[in-house]
């Protein structure tokens, strides 16, 4: 058995590349996500450190890989005055693309709420001042993200809610606040993921993109299961099959339509190969 592979250039606009689980092959990593049609990546900033590590692997990258700054909800208790001025520093970068992740977490709480409120507000400011995307978080605190938001809609700029997981009137309510929507392989989830097959089709078109959040959420449906349960960028394809077979169109429609809205949402550089095979 092997892995689906998009015949059509695909963007992951979620990848945690930064992460020490890919210290020892990211090369490989890389190499085998191009060679399964993933294009171009967006690699998240989660932390100071790792939004600085981030930026530093996509400036050697031909723009294949971008990064985003920022401080994710786990982390919001190691935000302060200076984190904002290190994320302004890296947003200066022609490939650091988006402010983010940023958030709310209440699943967890490994910071408390009322300071990744704190964290998750002043990541807006920073991006309402650049006027630059933001690639956002939100679990099990949706009411109050929703609420923030709302507080910033008419200065907010194109913002995307990645990695979605709520409702059918969850999604309509993100919507209506004109975000975009990031799917992952949380759609793959027959526990917890197949309310996701019944509403992915109602998120429109020129809405939605695509990315693996490796190496988190490794696709529960895939074969064979790669032993370390570690997710890769390489998957996605399998996502966006997932995705097109849920909302009854071809997969090569999604690839193409998900990679237009991701390299406009983004404003990502043409690359001059689509694919390292
Ligand atoms: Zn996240």
Redesign the pocket.
């Known amino acids: 058995m092997s892995y689906a592979i998009s015949a059509e250039p695909l963007v992951d606009i ?1 990848a945690n590349l930064a992460h020490d689980s890919f210290d020892a092959d990211r090369e490989q990593v890389i190499h085998r996500a191009a060679a399964h049609g993933v294009a171009q990546m967006v690699i ?1 900033g989660s932390t100071e450190d790792s939004s600085e590590k981030a930026a530093r692997l996509a400036q050697q990258s031909e723009h294949k890989l971008f990064s985003t700054a920022g401080i ?1 909800p786990h982390h919001a208790v190691d935000f302060s005055v200076q984190s904002v001025s290190v994320l302004k520093d890296l947003l200066t970068l022609s490939h650091v693309v988006a402010v983010g ?1 940023t ?1 709310l ?1 209440f699943f967890r709480n490994y910071s408390a709420p009322s300071v990744q409120q704190k964290s998750f507000e002043a990541h807006l400011e920073l991006a309402i001042e650049l006027q630059a995307p933001l690639f956002l ?1 939100c ?1 099990d605190a949706h009411q109050r993200f929703i609420d923030i938001l709302k507080s910033v809609v008419d200065h907010l700029p194109p913002a995307v809610l ?2 979605f997981t709520g409702s059918r009137s969850e999604l309509h309510e993100c919507l209506e606040l004109d975000l975009h929507i990031g799917v992952t392989g949380w759609i793959c989830d027959e526990r917890r993921g197949t309310h996701l097959l019944e509403i992915v089709g109602e998120i429109p078109k020129d809405r939605l993109m695509v990315e693996t ?1 490796a190496p988190y959420i490794l696709p529960r449906d895939l074969d064979p299961k790669p032993k370390d349960r570690r997710n890769e960028p390489m998957y996605l394809a399998h996502i966006v099959n997932r995705i097109a077979q849920a909302s009854g169109q071809p997969a090569s429609l999604v690839a193409q339509q998900t990679t237009t809205v991701a390299r406009r949402f983004f404003n990502l550089a043409p690359i001059k190969q689509e694919a390292l095979s």
């Open positions: 979620g998240t994710h992740e958030g977490d978080h679990r990645h990695c959040d």
